[in-house]
């Protein structure tokens, strides 16, 4: 099980990752300011503002009734794929390389998914209701309509967001446990709550297995689902180029597409900023390449096979839909989504590039901004070339919309922030596990215990 | 008032064969503290069984028919005709039930774990915060002072680095 | 009864579409598109009776019209041989609508007269029945719109007026339907009759191409009209089982 030896102990580990939470420097603090003003600045403020004056301060129109708002809502969910799903998967397949990394991806996850859940507040035209699509009793004795595939998003998404909570959680008990015995004060308490009292027996490390795997083995199918769910909300209609059945195997597809390429970036952001560069390596990024090649290739396949169901089913409306893509307003989109997404991953063929870090960050980061275009195109265009030629209309997203969306990377940034502070954000148990046994350290003292 | 012998190992196999070995001598209730799990140990200290799984198919079960109530029990309540559908469509309610029989499995495995560990841990036991770095632990309790000259020698012939004493659990 | 005969009456009963087979009227319209002229009467009319605000020039030149019918007009062949078709499109009321399925939040949802019916006040803006729709009918209120002075005066008081964030959409005027169906009770506890009640569109054409009235009366005008042999439906191979019928303009 072990590919690789570390040179380092035990010991450096788990220095390393401790320092990484207790010791803060100012580069920290002013990166945290940062974000938490361009998030104020840029998410908050204009939300505010069109909660005041309306939706009309984004630029959705007739009928281009959805816009960037659910396109970026869809992308992060599709992102929060990345990070749970693949560490599950990685986890049943008992490979070694997710060790290091899994952590940081399962955070990505759930803030991804935060983020996501507040652009459903964003989006609707009376979010001060959005409560009403939970069913709760109350005395109305109304009930959602769970008919409706965003009611079936509402419950996927509620479930996805518990299940990945409790699993970064579960997955960090060990750990919490280890920062517990260095850190002194409010960290003290804190991590003693979180630990549960964890003292690494043999018996804990057992039910600690078991917990895990079956966690992991019931997420799998929630995280395919939940994406699936989610595109549901496009193929169950029945207007053209949106009612698809190719839909749920494309955006399960894109969103571990899009989430694995956003690993890679957050990894190599983790590597330069929080020191980890002995954990985070060459191997993991070859892997993520590999990976990211696969998922690039089948994303291809399923791009061509919409076009061709849409071009063989003969149709004057699919005809229409699928001109207006490639050569319509938007086609500039589109086949900037095209080299991004299904052109430029096919360097990742050569090792080379595979294991060089900054090349794969500069294509990683494409790579998102391509599957963003995508999930703008999916509602843009459809929405454009619909039945009726006299209702097509061209959506052109407004000021409030793009600040919008720059604010909620910075929101996203920011929560990632204080997680690296909170949670170890390197697994320390699992790396432990790839080394050899630890080096032999002489003992402290048998007298008293490191505070 | 019993007191705990506690053995550091540097490496997994000797704390194995500490813990096998005081096993055999009669010492029960064995505990081995470890950063990272340790494989063999089952054939050490015997076989443990993990209820965490009957909590969690108990956990889907009820999530299911939960789910199925859920959608088709507030369909019931004020029917509400969309769409041509019948008032219980089977599609629908039965995504419903298949997200809520993960939801409760997921979080019947948490209580399962919670339950089965016995964790958060209320009173203090036994414990060493180098078992949480790079130590390997073996602790017993001992009743007297003699099983602990005993436990003592165990330890130290396996390989101990070092044997410290501990007071047991608080009652 | 035993309690599993009472359950399977039960499954039975909620295995159907609650109202559909039983409707109590259902509320059609017909529209000959040989006799439309396209003046949009009918559209100003409807704008009068349920108080659609007037969204003003640049918000049309957003996209952002607010109209709850709109006449599409469609030209054939060039100067000086065009020919010009129009259709009034206005909510189809479709017995299968697509958009009552994907309200989160059951904010639309088809009544026992066939219409198909949104609630204001639930309305969360989800705008999901926007896209659902294949028609393109549902329009949003994407601002507060007000009246200035004196024009509230001219608001219809059976009509509410709808608040930013609320989608709203043509209601067939159910709030006559209402007051027919009042008065019918009123009078006798009798049926509405055919021509009693006309929604605004109806009752302003000049040409008298648009016809309303109940399907399930066998003598009213809009069944004469719905089995006509030119009448279609817009869309129908979508089964959306709408309850607008035209009649295809006959080129002579």
Request: net charge neutral; glycine share 6%; charged share 15%.
């Amino acid at each position: 099980m072990t590919t690789e030896t570390f040179k380092l102990g035990y010991n450096d580990i788990h220095d390393d990752v401790v320092r990484s939470i207790v010791k803060t420097g100012p580069k920290y603090y002013i990166a945290l300011a940062t974000a938490g003003s361009i998030t104020l600045l840029c998410f908050f403020f204009p939300w505010f503002y069109q909660l005041y004056y309306g939706i009309g301060a984004a630029g959705m129109n007739h009928p281009g009734v959805w816009g960037t708002y659910l396109a970026s809502f869809i992308f992060w969910i599709g992102l929060s794929h990345s990070g749970t799903l693949l560490s599950c998967v990685l986890h049943l397949t008992n490979s070694s390389w997710r060790k290091a990394m899994y952590r940081s991806a399962e955070a990505m996850t759930l803030f991804s998914l935060v983020v996501a859940a507040t652009y459903v507040m964003v989006h609707v035209g009376r979010p001060w209701f959005v409560h009403w699509a939970v069913p709760y009793p109350n005395q109305m004795e109304l009930w959602p309509n769970f008919r409706s595939p965003l009611m079936f998003d509402v419950m996927a998404i509620a479930t996805y967001i518990t299940g990945s909570t409790i699993f970064i959680y579960m997955g960090s008990i060990p750990d919490f446990a280890a920062v517990r015995d260095r850190t002194s004060g409010w960290r003290n308490t804190m991590y003693t709550l979180l630990s549960l009292g964890w003292r690494g027996t043999d018996k804990e490390w057992h039910r600690l297995h078991w917990a895990y795997t079956f966690l992991a083995v019931l997420i799998i199918p929630l995280a395919v689902s939940v994406h699936s769910i989610v595109s549901w909300d496009f193929a169950m209609s029945i207007v053209p180029s949106l009612h698809q059945t190719i839909f749920a195997p494309y955006f399960v597809v894109g969103a571990i597409y899009s989430g694995t390429a956003g690993i890679v970036t957050v990894m190599f952001v983790l590597r330069k900023t929080m020191g980890f560069e002995q954990y985070i390596t060459k191997v993991h990024f070859d892997n993520l390449g590999k990976l990211l090649l696969v998922l690039s290739l089948i994303w291809t396949y399923i791009n061509g096979v919409e076009l061709f169901t849409a071009w063989y089913s003969g149709t004057s409306e699919e005809y229409e839909a699928l001109g207006y893509k490639l050569f319509g307003y938007y086609a500039w989109l589109y086949w900037e989504m095209i080299l991004f997404c299904a052109v430029a991953p096919l360097l990742m063929f050569s090792t080379r590039f595979r294991t060089s870090f900054v090349p794969m960050l500069i294509l990683s980061i494409a790579i998102n901004i391509g599957m963003f275009t995508e999930r703008f195109l999916i509602i843009a265009t459809s929405l454009s070339r619909q039945y009726l030629p006299d209702a097509w209309g061209v959506y052109v997203p407004s000021l409030v919309e793009i600040s919008i969306m720059v604010g909620s990377f910075a929101l996203f940034t920011t929560l990632f922030l204080v997680f690296v502070k909170i949670f170890p954000s390197v697994s320390m148990y699992e790396v432990k596990e790839t080394m050899a046994t630890p080096k032999m350290e002489p003992l402290a003292p048998a007298s008293g215990s490191p505070a | 008032m019993t007191s705990n012998v506690i053995g550091l190992f540097h490496d997994p196999e000797s704390a194995l064969t500490a813990a096998g070995e005081l096993k055999g001598a009669g010492f029960e209730s064995l505990e081995i503290m470890s950063p990272v799990p340790i494989h063999g140990v089952e054939a050490v200290l015997g076989k443990k069984k993990s209820v965490i799984k009957n909590f969690t198919f108990m956990g889907a079960l009820i999530g299911g028919i939960s789910g199925f109530a859920l959608a088709a029990g507030t369909a019931i309540a004020w029917p509400h005709p969309v769409g041509g559908r019948p008032i219980i469509t089977m599609p629908p309610f039965l995504i419903i039930t298949y997200e809520l029989t993960i939801l409760f499995g997921i979080l019947a495995t948490v209580l399962g774990f919670i339950v089965s560990s016995r964790l958060p841990a209320f009173r203090n036991r036994v414990y060493v915060p180098e078992s949480a770095v790079d130590k390997f632990v073996v602790t017993a309790p001992c009743d007297d002072a003699e099983h602990f000259k005993r436990a003592e020698a165990i330890l130290n012939q396996a390989g101990a680095e070092q044997v410290r004493a501990m007071s047991g659990e608080e009652s | 009864m035993s309690f599993f005969s009472r359950f399977m009456d039960g499954w039975r009963k909620y295995r159907k579409p609650g109202y559909y087979e039983e409707f109590d009227y259902h509320w059609t319209m017909a529209i000959d598109l040989d006799k439309c002229t396209g003046c949009e009467a009918c559209m100003t009319a409807c704008q009068a009776e349920n108080n659609i605000p007037v969204v003003g020039e640049e918000e049309v030149a957003r996209g952002r019209e607010m109209q709850w019918i709109r006449v599409e007009r469609y030209w054939e062949g060039e100067y000086p041989n065009a020919k010009l078709n129009f259709i009034p499109m206005m909510c189809q009321h479709c017995d299968a609508a697509p958009c009552e399925t994907v309200c989160p939040v059951a904010a639309t949802y088809h009544n026992q007269d066939g219409l198909n019916a949104q609630i204001y006040n639930r309305c969360i803006g989800t705008r999901a029945c926007a896209v659902y729709c294949p028609y393109e009918v549902r329009y949003f209120n994407y601002y507060d719109h007000g009246w200035d002075s004196p024009l509230e005066q001219q608001l219809n008081p059976d009509v509410t007026v709808r608040g930013k964030g609320v989608m709203e959409k043509c209601t067939f005027c159910i709030q006559r339907i209402r007051q027919a169906k009042d008065m019918a009770k009123d009078d006798d506890r009798r049926r509405v009759q055919d021509g009693e009640v006309q929604p605004a569109c109806v009752q302003t054409c000049p040409t008298k191409a648009l016809v309303f009235g109940n399907r399930k009366d066998r003598e009213s005008e809009v069944y004469q009209s719905m089995t006509d042999p030119r009448n279609y439906r817009v869309l129908d191979e979508l089964n959306t089982d709408s309850s607008v019928f035209y009649l295809k303009k006959v080129d002579a």
